[in-house]
């Protein structure tokens, strides 16, 4: 009505925000490489380290996966086909930057410094497999799903509240994008500008369930869009675009102090853990063509290509990481089984009294009535035995 | 009749009332084409098709939120979460929606739902796969709260949870998934909530227990070679408090043995509700047998953190030695 008397008003419709996710690829699977993009990004020296790095990681998963079958360790998470993810971020960042994992970082945490037999402890059912010493700056391997994203924005502003340089990377799977806490973490980062990189390792299955169960837009990168981050997608088993990404993604973050993201397309070769049967839920077909896009595999050939590597240092290589292998099993498997009260003494900084008498009692009473209460001549105490 | 596991009796029930009832929908991860990681819901995604057995996203949270929306609505989710140590995220819809919608709502709105989890320690699991929850939940007004320990419990519990017209929370024992196998009948039949089971009877000591350690109770009973009469609660709440009142009325003693901790576990709920309807007749104080205060163990310790045969015989002295 108001507008009638100058004639009809038409507002320009105008874009609000408009954006485009770069995805990076250097080495593919034929073999082709960006010289643009990754001349001098990985020194030759350094990719034989990376590649031999890759293949003990392999070599472990093939092992531990005999273990778990032939009932010497419990259920395993085997990491096969996503070794180049965390391992291009440890061979980026200091080793004073956080790495806080899941489960499928095993081939960054070892590159770190984590010993072989602490991560095969865990899955054999001892803690101390997660006694990880501080220095590396590694949080133990995160159980409950999408949760670890927080700790990482909180380790981070902790460097921030101190004024150190040192930022977090943290990682987490397609699935974990599903839960809150990713979203929280997300969004405490970016609005309370906290260094952390998010990155996700998109293997496009959360065990049985497709990615398009977990996001309907085409890439992941694009959720962290949503928060003001920057967003990068790669070739997640392409171990120059994983260093390209995270060298980039780290100079932003410790430059900003603000949170970047990055999305690596990747696959998980065996099946979610060894508690699962993959074959129920999807086709060999597809597990054919990822076997094609092995990282271990181009890095190879490149290297092979390069003149750095041929078949006699192969076999060198597998013949090494046999032996050290059946030393990291030989020490997971020959520590002496912890103490049967062991699980009391992490329990608090000083143990409650109620805690110690369960502690002494717990092989000689029924726990549920004070020692001191029973009539004379009662409770012969008899230590019980498995 | 057929002889069937945990599992596969759950199977049966979830499949009859599906067959029954199209109100009924499964929601949960992995529970569609995998059946389930423990395969409980096996066969059901074929049969009944994706829109009834819904693959989620990896949420918590969201799993259970929405399920209240699909029962406000008049629908009857049956989510699965997939182990008891990621109800974590649920919690706060459970509790702080799910439980007291019926109270808030003075009934205009109830959220007949049933959240499926697998309970309890004793597998060889990881981390946060083998804890003992129950009692946070049987804390919390407004929730039932359900633990079979046999498979022919579980089909008539299930049934009538599924039926209920308010929210139940409905344990599995991961460790009697696959332990034994006995007869479960095809036809209907429903086992009330609220309602224990006298396992075996008994004049000497009454034990009171629940899911897993039901199976460790009766090898302790079997050892002890006294007169014991072992009670399955099933339900944990409401709780068949009538059922332990008349049985230590008359053995004068009892043990109560659960897998969770002890502090504020529900053996001391238990104990209480003897001191106050048996006080008379007791002859010794009530005897617990639980797991500790700490954090359930990684699975090298695991069996020293569960109460065993062997520490509920101690109990079961003690008691007796009064
Ligand atoms: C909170 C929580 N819910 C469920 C699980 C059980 N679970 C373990 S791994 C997994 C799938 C994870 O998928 P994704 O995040 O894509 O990681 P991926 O295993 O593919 O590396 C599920 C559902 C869990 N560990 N934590
Ligand atoms: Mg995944």
């Known amino acids: 009505m108001f507008g009638s008397a100058i004639g009809p008003l038409i507002m320009p419709i105008t874009t609000a925000f408009k954006t485009e ?34 293949s003990a990681c392999r070599f472990l998963d093939e092992v531990a996966f005999k273990l778990q079958r032939s009932g010497r360790m419990g259920t395993y998470p085997q990491n096969m086909g996503q070794e180049a993810p965390s391992l291009g971020a440890a061979y980026v960042l200091t080793k004073n930057d956080w790495l806080v994992t899941c489960y499928r970082e095993n081939c960054g945490l070892f590159w770190r410094g984590v010993p072989m037999e602490s991560i095969l402890m865990h899955w054999m059912g001892d ?33 921030k509240y101190r004024s150190e340089p040192h930022i977090a990377c943290t990682f987490f799977g397609d699935g974990a994008t599903s839960e809150g806490d990713f979203h929280e973490a997300c969004n405490f980062a970016a609005n309370l500008e906290i260094p952390v990189i998010f990155f ?93 896009r092995d990282p271990l595999i181009r890095t190879r050939d490149l290297m092979k290509k390069r003149k750095l590597w041929n ?69 012969m105490p008899t230590a019980t035995a498995h | 009749m057929a002889n069937l596991n945990l599992v596969q009796a759950i199977n049966l029930a979830l499949s009859q009332e599906m067959e029954r009832d199209d109100r009924v929908i499964i929601l949960g991860e992995d529970v569609g084409a995998n059946g389930g990681v423990f395969r409980v819901t096996e066969g059901l995604h074929a049969r009944f098709g994706g829109t009834r057995v819904v693959d989620t996203p990896l949420c918590e949270s969201g799993i259970i939120g929405t399920s209240i929306g699909l029962a406000m609505a008049g629908l ?29 709502t003075r009934g205009a709105f109830t959220v007949p739902l049933t959240v499926r989890v697998p309970v309890g320690g004793g597998i060889h699991a990881p981390e946060l796969h083998s804890d003992s929850p129950e009692a946070i939940y049987v804390h919390q007004p407004g929730l039932k709260v359900v633990m079979p320990s046999s498979p022919y419990d579980a089909k008539g519990l299930l049934i009538s949870a599924l039926r209920d017209s308010d929210p139940v929370v409905f344990f599995e024992p991961k460790r009697v998934y696959r332990a034994f196998r006995e007869e479960v009948p095809e036809d209907e039949y429903t086992i009330p909530l609220g309602k224990a ?65 002890l502090t504020g576990g529900l053996g001391a709920e238990i104990a209480a509700r003897i001191m106050e309807r048996c006080f008379l007749q007791l002859e010794a104080p009530v005897q617990r047998v639980a797991g500790f205060d700490t954090i359930m163990p990684y699975y090298k310790l695991e069996l020293d953190y569960m109460p065993d045969s062997a520490r509920i015989g101690q109990a079961i002295q003690d008691a007796l030695a009064y």
């Not at chain 1, 990754?38 to 350094?46: F, H, M, S, T, V």
């Not at chain 1, 220095?135 to 502003?157: F, K, N, R, S, V």
């Open chain 2, 197 to 261: 089971r006298v396992v075996c009877e008994g004049n000497d000591l009454t034990i009171v227990s629940w899911g897993a350690s039901v199976i460790q109770c009766m090898q302790a009973i079997e050892k002890s070679g006294k007169s014991i009469e072992l009670i399955d609660l099933r339900t944990l709440y409401p709780m068949d408090i009538d059922a332990v009142e008349a049985s230590v009325s008359k053995t004068a003693r009892c043990v109560v043995v659960h897998e969770a901790p």
């Open chain 1, 127 to 159: 803690e101390r497999g997660n006694a990880i010493p501080r220095e590396l700056h590694c949080t133990p391997i995160a159980i409950p799903i999408g949760t670890q994203m927080l700790h990482a924005t909180g380790l981070a502003w902790a460097s």
């Open chain 1, 311 to 379: 078949d006699s240092k192969e076999s060198d290589l597998q013949e090494r990481l046999g032996k050290e292998i059946a030393a990291a099993v030989a020490r997971a498997e020959g520590i002496a089984a912890p103490d049967r009260t062991d699980f009391f003494n992490y329990m608090y900084s000083e143990l409650p009294s109620d805690l110690i008498r369960q502690r002494e009692t717990m092989h000689t009473h029924s726990l549920g009535q004070d020692p001191s209460q029973l009539p004379a001549g009662a409770a």
């Open chain 1, 200 to 292: 996700c390792q998109n293997n496009f299955w959360a065990i049985s369930v497709p990615g398009k169960i977990q996001c309907s837009a085409p890439t992941l990168a694009q959720r962290g869009i949503a928060y003001g981050m920057p967003c990068i997608q790669i070739d997640g088993n392409d171990i120059f675009a994983v260093v390209y990404a995270v060298k980039k993604a780290a100079a932003y973050t410790r430059a900003t102090s603000k949170p970047y993201f990055i999305e690596a397309v990747t696959y998980r070769l065996a099946d979610h853990t060894t508690a699962d049967d993959a074959r129920r839920y999807r086709d060999q077909a597809e597990v054919d063509i990822w076997k094609q």
């Open chain 1, 21 to 54: 996710i770069e995805r990076i690829s250097i080495l593919d699977e034929h073999g082709n490489f960006d010289e643009s993009l990754g001349k001098d990004l990985i020194p030759n020296a350094d990719l034989v380290r990376l590649y031999e790095a890759m």
């Open chain 2, 76 to 104: 009857r989710p049956v989510p699965e979460i997939q182990f008891e140590g990621f109800l974590g995220p649920a919690y706060d819809q459970l509790c702080s929606h799910a439980a007291r919608m019926r109270t808030r």
